[in-house]
């Protein structure tokens, strides 16, 4: 006499699907991914002064994140000072106080959080970006 008879296995398997089909279906829609990490890069002096207290960092790389006409608040960096987040970002005026803006071309123009020279102020720049 078999273990299994073709009728107990049918039912299983349809067990097992009913089961299954279920849990996938609630899995694939639930599941959000953790996000990826944000990036880092160090803002490497000189820097070159455009007034009073605004400078300019060279950020190539970055291009492809900036601000442009069409998507003036498109850039997604953020410029640190020692760690600490400068803003606010995406500055069309005066740059002080800490603002910043990032746009295509004109690299990262930004100033420190108490309008002090970068240069030689001693805090370390750094942007990250998503």
């Known amino acids: 006499m078999p273990f299994w008879t073709l009728s107990q296995t049918i039912k299983a398997v349809l067990?097992?699907?009913?089961?299954?089909?279920?849990?996938?279906?609630?899995?694939?829609?639930?599941?959000?991914?953790?996000?990826?990490?944000?990036?880092?890069?160090?803002?490497?002096?000189?820097?070159r002064k455009l007034d009073a207290t605004a400078y300019m960092a060279l950020a190539p790389k970055l291009d492809a994140l900036a601000d442009v006409d069409y998507g003036p608040t498109r850039s997604t960096i953020v410029v640190l000072e020692d760690g600490k987040p400068l803003g606010p970002p995406h500055s069309r005026s005066k740059v002080a106080s800490g603002s910043y803006s990032h746009w295509r071309g004109s690299g990262i123009i930004f100033s420190a959080s108490d309008?002090?020279?970068?240069?030689s102020n001693g805090r370390t720049y750094s942007v990250t970006w998503q």
């Open 15 to 47: 067990v097992l699907l009913a089961v299954y089909f279920p849990i996938a279906l609630y899995l694939k829609y639930s599941y959000i991914p953790e996000p990826d990490p944000p990036k880092a890069a160090n803002l490497s002096g000189p820097f």
């Open 115 to 119: 309008n002090s020279d970068p240069n």
